[in-house]
């Protein structure tokens, strides 16, 4: 480590999970790399999906979608969130499938398509229950009526028909089945109004692991693809996922106190025995949720340690018992949670991200896309082809 505090990603796990992800969905796979790819970085994460055979990327902004063209990426790009006065050209000529939810949309992606004279790659998303967005089923008509017109008149191309889950992490829910024949229907509406849209799809990782009928011909596999379990185990769980990040820093600071000592603002902590405490330059700035302060433990000198105090923005304080802790001492604030898939001599027992999210009462996701720009990242199996 050359600073203090590293986020190393291991390019082999993303290959592995995406792989193990494939062999369960028996489908197409839309690796999504949206948010600089969940804080792992987009286009390492991009190659090594596309590399072990992600079809698609999905990201959820021109700029996400640009960037990964500019870094060499051919395979085809999904980007669905954008204002209605997008300047959609630039997608279009760089071959981006647009996400199209309102007519208002519709009407700005055409236009872009006729000027530039390249039928615009349209995916139609329609709402089945999660109320943000997408077209409702009111609204539907109208849009797959518009989306005809234009692609007669060849100013798009329907490629696609999607939807997202409201529920898939929990097996069983009812929701699911009443979202897949909404989706169906809504299917068989575009299908008859003369559309013939090459893919479908609404599964996400965790319909990809366990429902079958959401799987259609693509699933768009978001935080699975990092290793992070959907369902909320504390590692990869049963379907072999490994994850991706390991944070680690190192101790700047170490000083031996007294009980009755008090620590980081406040004090909400006090010390009730002599104690070595050891300071670490990460806190909330970096991404450590404050919201898991008394709760949050590190891996330091083969023992979980627990943080004490207020996470700071730019610190935290280890409670190191009578361990022997030295200046540069390195300490894995999360990892894989197992030696078997990591090669650094961090130790089997270092917390993982799922059980950070877990101690902040937030999911894995927060704390992975929190990883702030100051920790640099470095890659583990980084070489990967480009397609």
Same mark, same amino acid.
């Given at each position: 480590m050359s600073g203090p505090a590293e986020a190393v990603v291991d390019l082999a796990a993303v290959a592995s999970n995406l792989r193990a992800i494939a062999a369960t969905a028996r489908t197409d796979l839309m690796a999504v790399v949206k948010a600089d790819g969940f804080g792992h970085g987009a286009v390492p994460v991009a190659r090594a999906a596309v590399a072990a055979g992600a079809a698609w990327l999905g990201v959820t902004s021109a700029a996400e979608a640009l960037s990964l063209r500019s870094a060499g990426l051919t395979?085809?790009?999904?980007?669905?969130?954008h204002p209605h006065d997008e300047d959609f050209a630039r997608l279009v000529a760089a071959r981006i499938d647009i996400g199209v939810s309102s007519v208002a949309h519709l009407h700005a992606v055409a236009g872009a398509g006729a000027r530039l004279g390249v039928p615009a790659a349209v995916q139609l998303k329609v709402d089945t229950g999660l109320s943000r967005n997408g077209a409702t089923r009111e609204d539907w008509p109208e849009l797959i009526a518009w989306a005809r017109k234009y692609e007669v008149e060849g100013g798009i191309r329907v490629s696609a028909v999607w939807s997202h889950l409201v529920n898939a992490e929990a097996p069983g829910h009812p929701s699911v089945a009443r979202q897949v024949?909404?989706?169906?229907?809504?299917?068989?509406?575009?299908?008859?109004?003369?559309?013939?849209?090459?893919?479908?799809?609404?599964?996400?990782?965790?319909? $990809? !692991?366990?429902? %079958?009928?959401?799987? =259609?011909?693509?699933?768009?596999?978001?935080?699975?693809?990092?290793?992070v379990d959907p369902f909320g185990a504390m590692s990869g769980g049963e379907f072999g996922l490994r994850p991706a990040m390991t944070l680690r820093s190192r101790v700047i600071n170490v000083k031996r106190v007294p009980a009755g000592t008090g620590v980081s603002y406040g004090p909400d902590f006090v010390t009730t025995r002599p104690t070595t405490l050891a300071l670490l330059p990460v806190g909330f700035g970096d991404g450590l949720p404050r919201a898991a302060q008394g709760r949050a433990r590190v891996w330091l000198g083969g023992q979980r340690r627990p943080i004490v105090g207020r996470i700071a923005m730019d610190q935290c304080v280890i409670?190191?018992?009578?361990?022997?802790? $030295? !200046?540069?001492? %390195?300490?894995?604030? =999360?990892?894989?949670?197992?030696d078997a898939a990591w090669t650094v001599p961090c130790g089997p027992t270092e917390p993982t991200v799922a059980e950070w999210a877990r101690w902040a009462g937030t999911n894995p996701h927060e704390v992975l896309t929190g990883i702030g720009a100051r920790?640099?990242?470095?890659?583990?199996?980084?070489?990967?082809?480009?397609r």
């Open positions: 395979v085809p790009i999904l980007s669905w969130l024949e909404a989706f169906e229907e809504a299917l068989r509406f575009a299908r008859g109004a003369g559309l013939h849209p090459r893919l479908a799809h609404l599964a996400n990782s965790a319909a $990809a !692991l366990i429902a %079958p009928r959401t799987r =259609f011909d693509l699933c768009r596999i978001g935080v699975a693809l990092y290793g409670d190191a018992g009578d361990l022997p802790v $030295a !200046l540069g001492d %390195p300490v894995v604030v =999360f990892g894989p949670g197992t920790v640099k990242r470095s890659y583990l199996s980084e070489r990967v082809e480009t």
